[in-house]
């Protein structure tokens, strides 16, 4: 295992997790680009798409599942939980798609 790899992985999975935990326990995604977190969960879509037909390592595989699974969380907390919902700001976050 790449020491590099290890500390790159594990401060992505703490930056994630940590943005989560806040949305969770303020109740709101307010300064948050919700068109970004949808691109995040686009780019794990496709990144990891050969999750179903190659197999790595345990560590690998827990991560994948993980960085999809919180992407997909942070997402549905920011569409569709009541209270968190409205505190998305439309106007600000500004990416066309």
Same mark, same amino acid.
């Given at each position: %295992? *790449?020491?590099?790899?290890?500390? +790159?992985? %594990? =401060?992505? !999975?703490?930056?994630?997790?940590?943005? !989560? !935990?806040? &949305?969770? #326990?303020? /109740?709101?995604?307010? +300064? &948050?680009?919700?068109?970004?977190?949808?691109?995040?969960? &686009?780019?794990?879509? =496709?990144?990891?798409?050969?999750?179903? #037909?190659?197999?790595?390592?345990?560590? *690998?595989?827990?991560?994948?599942?993980?960085?999809? +699974? &919180?992407?997909?969380?942070?997402?549905?907390?920011?569409?569709?939980? $009541?209270?968190? /919902?409205? #505190?998305? *700001? $439309?106007?600000?976050?500004?990416?066309?798609?």
């Amino acid at each position: %295992m *790449n020491l590099f790899r290890l500390l +790159g992985d %594990m =401060t992505h !999975l703490l930056s994630i997790v940590v943005l !989560l !935990l806040k &949305i969770r #326990t303020t /109740k709101s995604c307010a +300064g &948050i680009a919700l068109k970004t977190q949808e691109l995040y969960v &686009i780019v794990f879509v =496709t990144r990891y798409l050969d999750f179903f #037909t190659r197999y790595y390592s345990l560590y *690998n595989s827990v991560l994948k599942v993980f960085f999809l +699974g &919180i992407s997909v969380a942070i997402v549905w907390y920011m569409r569709y939980h $009541k209270v968190v /919902k409205q #505190t998305y *700001n $439309k106007e600000e976050d500004t990416f066309r798609h």
